[in-house]
């Protein structure tokens, strides 16, 4: 089975800084997807950024990028130019290709805005 | 033009109540899901449907029954509620495998079990 791992269960970050989160993942699969959503208060859960295994080239969305590194299995999010409405739970997901179509959640990381 | 609304939003009961909670989508997606979040913020799958039939069950109690009477509607009937079904429940849904995998989430509905 797969599982998701996010070792940082918070982190803070200057305004406009740049901040990292970590997620590590475990599976057997040669293909898959890799996901970050963003929970801000409002408890909506919002996609940020997608990333399939068989793409070398990390995703990125504006501010939002990743660092795939498929043989390490690790998938981290970097935040560039942190705002203040960036202030969430951020959570790491995995999801199969085949069959089963669920997400695999990690614990999330609370990301805290300092103005 | 909301994608997938949930309602209700919030939800106060008393244990040993039967309870609903219903779900639509309108973005023509194949399949839905039930999440549930845990008062630690940990999200887990429960069910998943797939054009009206049940594909994924993940060991939830019988107390939890899903029902799509179409595949643009999930709901969630729970009987006999206990104080540990507080939680937050999200709905979700998702396109056909190889179209665009993202899950699309919904508000979320938080019960809270007295």
């Known amino acids: 089975a797969q599982t998701v791992t996010q070792s940082q269960p918070e982190m803070s970050v200057q305004e406009a800084e740049t901040v990292t989160l970590s997620c590590t993942y475990d599976?057997?699969?040669?293909?898959?997807?890799l996901f970050w959503y963003k929970q801000p208060p409002s408890r909506q859960m919002i996609l940020v950024i997608r990333q399939e295994a068989y793409k070398q080239q990390n995703a990125t969305e504006n501010r939002f990028s990743v660092n795939f590194q498929k043989a390490a299995k690790s998938f981290s999010l970097k935040i560039s130019d942190s705002q203040l409405g960036d202030a969430a739970m951020y959570f790491c997901a995995y999801r199969t290709i085949f069959g089963n179509e669920k997400l695999t959640f990690g614990t999330g990381t609370r990301l805290t805005i300092i103005p | 033009d909301t994608a997938v609304s949930q309602t209700p939003k919030y939800l106060v009961t008393q244990m040993g109540n039967d309870k609903s909670i219903k779900c639509e989508q309108n973005l023509g997606h194949d399949t839905m899901y039930w999440y549930k979040q845990d008062s630690k913020k940990f999200l887990k799958i429960m069910f998943s449907y797939n054009n009206k039939e049940l594909i994924i069950n993940e060991t939830v109690p019988n107390r939890f029954s899903p029902k799509s009477p179409d595949k643009a509607h999930l709901n969630l009937h729970i009987n006999s509620l206990e104080l540990g079904d507080s939680a937050v429940y999200f709905c979700a849904s998702s396109p056909p495998l190889g179209r665009q995998e993202t899950q699309y989430f919904g508000p979320g509905t938080r019960l809270l079990v007295l």
């Open positions: 599976t057997s699969e040669s293909d898959y997807y």
